[in-house]
């Protein structure tokens, strides 16, 4: 058994210590927001936030998470989609098929919680997270709008 903290919920999960944090996000407590991408920590689209830090899900092991720390995914972002990231996204339609744009938000939300005005070399250098249709352009201006909005560091 391990005992997670998501979303600021406190919920026990029946897990081998070895398995991947997204897929116990994903299978045992719902939350499908949260992509499997690539499996090997390369793509991003399992990017979920531990303490305000983004972390790729995937190569995570559940029983690196202490119950006292918090998992952030993107459902608890925002549960009404207000964010300021979530609001830009959708006000420069970034996504094309969408399947990555989950992990990029959080991606994007962490690096705003640490650098709140960043430049397109900022981003470039901490947005590693990999988008197929190659949306990139509107992710930095989207990123940027987010960043002119009052509350663009904050997790709901």
Known sequence: MARLTINGEVRDVDADPDTPLLWVIREQVGLTGTKFGCGIAQCGACTVHID?????????????????????????????????LQKAWAALDVPQCGYCQTGMIMAAAGLLQTNPKPSD????????????????????????????????????
Do not use: F, W
């Open 52 to 84: 305000g830090v983004a972390i790729r899900s995937c190569a995570m092991p559940v029983s690196a998470v202490a119950p006292e720390q918090r998992i952030v995914t993107i459902e608890g972002l925002s549960p009404d989609g207000s964010h300021p």
């Open 121 to 156: 070399d900022d981003i470039r250098a901490e947005i590693t997270n990999i988008c197929r249709c190659g949306t990139y352009n509107r992710v930095r201006a989207a990123i940027k709008l987010a960043a002119k909005g009052a509350g663009a560091t904050q997790e709901g």
